[in-house]
Nanobody
Framework: QVQLVESGGGLVQPGGTLRLSCAVS????????MGWYRQPSGKQRELVAS???????SSADFVKDRFSISRDNAKNTVTLQLNSLKPEDTAVYYC???????????????????WGQGTQVTVSS
């Protein structure tokens, strides 16, 4: 069974930093892309940044030079470094694993998309 476990959210003052981590567990054969989305209260979920298996990154305009994403393919982990945080960055941040293929002996399953449970990031003084 594939699971995504997130960590690293919390309360931080404007201008502060946080580091979000996500680990994908299970009998993973391959993952095409891993990334982070966020959903501010009362708004739709939006892409923050994603990185595919070749290291290609897609990110939202608001990321600019503030956030960075990295991935460890061997460990199936993705990390989002949040710098220079602003109050408008307050949201629930969700980890996403896109097009996951899992393996059980000679049987392959997928590709399926998976989401983490979400971690709250609050930027406030």
């Amino acid at each position: 069974q594939v699971q995504l476990v997130e960590s690293g959210g919390g309360l931080v003052q404007p201008g502060g930093t946080l580091r979000l981590s996500c680990a994908v567990s299970g009998s993973i054969f391959s993952i095409y892309a891993m990334g982070w989305y966020r959903q501010p209260s009362g708004k739709q979920r939006e892409l923050v940044a994603s990185i595919n298996s070749d290291g290609r990154i897609s990110s939202a305009d608001f990321v600019k030079d503030r956030f960075s994403i990295s991935r460890d393919n061997a460990k199936n982990t993705v990390t989002l470094q949040l710098n220079s945080l602003k109050p408008e960055d307050t949201a629930v941040y969700y980890c996403n694993a896109d097009s996951v293929v899992s393996r059980n002996n000679d049987n392959y399953y997928g590709p399926y998309d998976y989401w983490g449970q979400g971690t709250q990031v609050t930027v406030s003084s």
